[in-house]
C-alpha cells in the first residue's frame, strides 16, 4: 500500500487540519472531537449537522459554510462518529432555531446521531429535528437503502434554505422532500483500500465489476462483466428513471460522482451517455455537476444521481454557497 500518509493513526486528525489550514476564511477545527465548523456561525438560523465515517471527502467537511452545512462530524475513516462527537457538535453550533441532523441511513451513523440527539434533547433541553437519507436504489428494500451521493443535494438544499432564515419544521420538511425525490446507483472498477486495513476491501478479475456498491468500500449487489460506458449508464439511469419513477416533462439535476480514483476524463464520458438517456426520456436537465462529491477513498468507479425539481428546490439549488467544495455566487 502506498498513501501520503503519516500514519494511519493520525489519518482523520491530519486531514482535518489540512483542510482548516486550506480553507481559514471558512472553517474552523474542534480538535478535541474532530468537528469542522463554520467560521462564522450565525445564531439566527437553525444549524445543520451532518458526518460520518472519514474516507468521503470532500464529504462531509467540504460542505461546510455559508448556505449548507454548519458542522461535519469526522469519524475515523468508514467508521461512524461517536456518540459523544455529535453530541458535542450540537452543544457547539446550537442556535436559539434548533438543530438539524441529516443522517446517512447506516445503522452505526443512525444509531450514534440518535442516541446524541436525545441526550441534547434531555439534557439540555435542544430542539432537534433529524433527516434520514436513503438514496440507493442498488438495495430493493427502501428501509435498507444507504445514504450515497444524493445527501449532497440534501446538504445543499435544506442549508439555502436554513440560511434564509426558515424554521426547524420548514428547513426539515424540505430536507425531507430531497429524500423522497432523489436516487442514486454506483459502479466499481475496482475496490478501494483502507489506510488501516492496508488492502482492497474487495478483489475483482480483470473483466469484472461490482454494480451497486456503496461509499464504505463494501461490495455491490451483484457482479457483473466490464462495460462500456454507454452500457454503464443504460443498467445505471434504467434503474433510478424507474425507481421514482422519473417521466417525460420532469426536471432534474444530475450528478456524476466520482468514487475517488476516476480520472475526470471518464466522469464526463459518463456525463455524456447518461445525458443521452436522460434526454432521450423527455427529461430536462437543469443543472449537471460532475466531480467528486461523495468518494470512497480510492475505489475506481463512480455513481450516478437524479434529483426530481420543481420552483422550490430549483431556487434553493442555485441559492449562494461558499464551502470548500460547492461555491455558488448569488
Not at 475496490?191 to 486495513?197: F, R
Amino acid at each position: 500500500m502506498k498513501k501520503i500518509i503519516n500514519s494511519t493513526q493520525t489519518v482523520v486528525s491530519e486531514l482535518c487540519e489540512g483542510m482548516v489550514k486550506a480553507y481559514p476564511k471558512i472553517v474552523a477545527w474542534d480538535r478535541a472531537s474532530n468537528v469542522i465548523h463554520r467560521l462564522k456561525p450565525s445564531s439566527g438560523k437553525v444549524t445543520l449537522i451532518s458526518g460520518g465515517g472519514s474516507g468521503h471527502e470532500p464529504s462531509h467537511a467540504g460542505f461546510v459554510g455559508k448556505g449548507m452545512l454548519d458542522a461535519a462530524v469526522c469519524g475515523e475513516v468508514f467508521a461512524s462518529p461517536s456518540i459523544m462527537q455529535v453530541y458535542r457538535a450540537i452543544q457547539s453550533t446550537v442556535s436559539d432555531k434548533g438543530v438539524l441532523l441529516i443522517i446517512k441511513n447506516y445503522a452505526g451513523d443512525m444509531m450514534n446521531f440518535s442516541q446524541a440527539a436525545e441526550m441534547a434533547i434531555e439534557e439540555d433541553g435542544i430542539l432537534i429535528g433529524t433527516v434520514c437519507v436513503n438514496d440507493d436504489v442498488a438495495i430493493d428494500r427502501v428501509s435498507e437503502r444507504r445514504g450515497v451521493a444524493g445527501t449532497v443535494f440534501v446538504h445543499k438544499i435544506a442549508g439555502a434554505l436554513a440560511e434564509e432564515g426558515a424554521d426547524l419544521r420548514e428547513v426539515k420538511a424540505v430536507a425531507e422532500k430531497v429524500v423522497r425525490n432523489v436516487r442514486t446507483m454506483g459502479v466499481a472498477l475496482e475496490a478501494c483500500t483502507v489506510p488501516a486495513k492496508g488492502e482492497p476491501t474487495f478483489s475483482l478479475g480483470p473483466e469484472e465489476i461490482e454494480m451497486g456498491v456503496g461509499i464504505h468500500g463494501e461490495a455491490g449487489v451483484f457482479r457483473g462483466t466490464m462495460k462500456s460506458a454507454a452500457d454503464l449508464a443504460e443498467e445505471i439511469v434504467g434503474r433510478i428513471v424507474s425507481d421514482l419513477p422519473f417521466k417525460s416533462g420532469d426536471e432534474a439535476a444530475l450528478l456524476i460522482n466520482g468514487l475517488g480514483g476516476t480520472p475526470l476524463q471518464e466522469l464526463f464520458i459518463l456525463n455524456n451517455e447518461a445525458r443521452k438517456i436522460v434526454d432521450g426520456k423527455g427529461i430536462t436537465v437543469y443543472r449537471t455537476l460532475v466531480g467528486n462529491y461523495m468518494t470512497s477513498i480510492d475505489m475506481v468507479g463512480a455513481s450516478v444521481t437524479l434529483l426530481r425539481l420543481d420552483d422550490e428546490l430549483k431556487r434553493l439549488l442555485d441559492a449562494p454557497a461558499d464551502t470548500a467544495a460547492w461555491k455558488t455566487c448569488g
